[in-house]
């Protein structure tokens, strides 16, 4: 996949490169989606990826956790962020996606570090294509 880029760094244009993998273009995708303001649509594909239901998206966050920049409660299944910049911060949103992700697929949350290294794995597969124009 590459992207293009206007002066002023506004991404352009997105293609798909033939040498990246599937879920690398995937990854970076979602990245980019969510950079460009479309977090909902970002939600939607990570769902529909996953065959899991689609989070609801909010800002503002519970009283219990007005210190994070994120959370997901899992009886609304819902992600809560901070400030409308955390809306298009993609290591938040993916972080809490991947609470979102275990909570369908296994009893508990997963743990604070696997939430890290899922939002990563896709920064890295966008920073990669970033890289490759
Ligand atoms: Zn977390």
């Given at each position: ?30 990245v ?9 649509e ?9 065959h ?82």
């Amino acid at each position: 996949m590459v992207l293009r880029y206007k002066d002023n760094g506004q991404i352009i244009e997105i293609v798909i490169h033939v040498l990246m993998s599937n879920k690398e273009s995937f990854e970076a995708g979602i990245v980019y989606l969510i950079l460009s303001k479309n977090p909902e649509e970002a939600l939607k594909s990570l769902a529909e990826f996953f065959h899991v239901e689609t989070p609801r998206l909010s800002v503002g966050m519970p009283k219990r956790h007005m210190k994070d920049a994120g959370c997901y409660v899992s009886i609304k299944k819902t992600i809560f962020v901070s400030n409308r910049d955390n809306l298009y911060n993609p290591f938040v949103i993916l972080h809490e996606f991947y609470h979102h992700l275990r909570t369908h697929n296994a009893k508990h949350l997963g743990t604070e570090k696997y939430a890290n290294r899922f939002a990563e794995k896709y920064i890295e597969a966008y920073k990669k294509t970033a890289s490759s124009i």
